[in-house]
C-alpha cells in the first residue's frame, strides 16, 4: 500500500532500515554497499532502496531533516510497511569536550526540546531512548571491529540557529551532541512496539567552530555506514 510519502506495498522494506537524512546519501549507501538494489521510493525525491548487504535483506530510506520529517517517515515505515527496526546513520555536532570531528556517537537517550510527544497526552515527561537490543548489537560490533564509539545522550532539537545559544546549558548536563532527528525516531519507535538506534557521525564542533563540507557529509563517513550495516548482520 502507498501512502503520501512513500510509493510500493508491504514487502518492499526489509525489516531493518538504515535511515539517513540526506536522501543523497541514501543512494551512495545502496550503490556502495548493497547487492540486487532496486529503489522502492522516489516521492518527494526522497529515495528509498532495497537490497542485501552480504546475503542479509536491508532497505536504506532518506527522512529529510528535522523531528517533523522523521517522524512522517518512520512512522509510515513502521506502522504500514511491517518495519521492525529503524537505525538512524546521521551527522550530528559535538559538544561535549572530548568529541572531535568524525567521532562515532552512538545515541543512548535523546534530550529534545521538541513539543512532538504532546501528541500523546502524558503525565509527565517522556525520555526518548534506543533499543537496548540495537544499543548493545552495535557497541558488541564496534568492539569487534575495534571502531572506537561514545554512547551517551544526544539533543535533538528542533532549531538550526539557535538564537538563544543553548549548547553550552547542555553541554553542563554531559550531552555529547547535537542533532535534529532521534527524539521522535525513538518516540515513534516506542509507540509503534518497535525497535530504533541513532548512530551519528560527528560533522561539525560548533562550540569551537570546526566544520567539514557538506561533499565529506555526503560520501565520506563510511565508518558509521559500515559500523551500521555490520550491526544489522549481526542481530
Request: charged share 20%; glycine share 8%.
Amino acid at each position: 500500500m502507498s501512502t503520501p510519502h512513500l510509493q510500493g506495498e508491504k514487502g518492499d522494506y526489509a525489516p531493518v532500515v538504515l535511515m539517513p537524512g540526506d536522501p543523497l546519501r541514501a543512494k551512495f549507501i545502496a550503490e556502495t554497499y548493497l547487492d540486487n538494489v532496486k529503489c522502492v521510493n522516489e516521492i518527494r525525491s526522497m529515495l528509498g532502496f532495497t537490497g542485501t548487504y552480504k546475503g542479509v535483506p536491508v532497505s536504506v530510506q532518506g527522512s529529510g531533516m528535522g523531528q517533523p520529517s522523521i517522524g512522517i517517515y518512520s512512522y509510515e515505515l513502521f506502522n504500514f510497511f511491517g518495519v521492525q527496526s529503524i537505525i538512524r546513520v546521521g551527522t550530528a555536532g559535538g559538544i561535549k569536550d572530548e568529541i572531535r570531528l568524525r567521532d562515532l556517537i552512538l545515541a543512548q537517550g535523546a534530550c529534545t526540546n521538541s513539543n512532538f510527544a504532546a501528541q500523546y497526552e502524558l503525565p509527565g515527561t517522556y525520555a526518548p531512548i534506543a533499543s537496548f537490543r540495537l544499543l548493545r548489537a552495535a557497541a558488541d560490533t564496534a568492539d569487534t571491529l575495534g571502531v572506537p564509539v561514545n554512547v551517551g545522550n544526544v539533543f535533538s532539537s528542533d532549531l538550526f540557529y539557535d538564537d538563544a545559544d543553548s549548547l553550552a546549558d547542555w553541554k553542563k548536563m554531559n550531552v555529547l551532541a547535537i542533532e535534529m532527528e532521534a527524539a521522535a525516531l525513538y518516540m515513534n519507535a516506542a509507540r509503534a512496539g518497535k525497535e530504533a538506534l541513532c548512530i551519528c557521525t560527528v560533522s561539525d564542533c560548533p562550540l569551537r567552530g570546526e566544520y567539514t563540507t557538506a561533499e565529506e557529509r555526503q560520501t565520506s563517513f563510511t565508518g558509521m555506514i559500515e559500523l551500521a550495516l555490520e550491526t544489522v548482520r549481526n542481530l
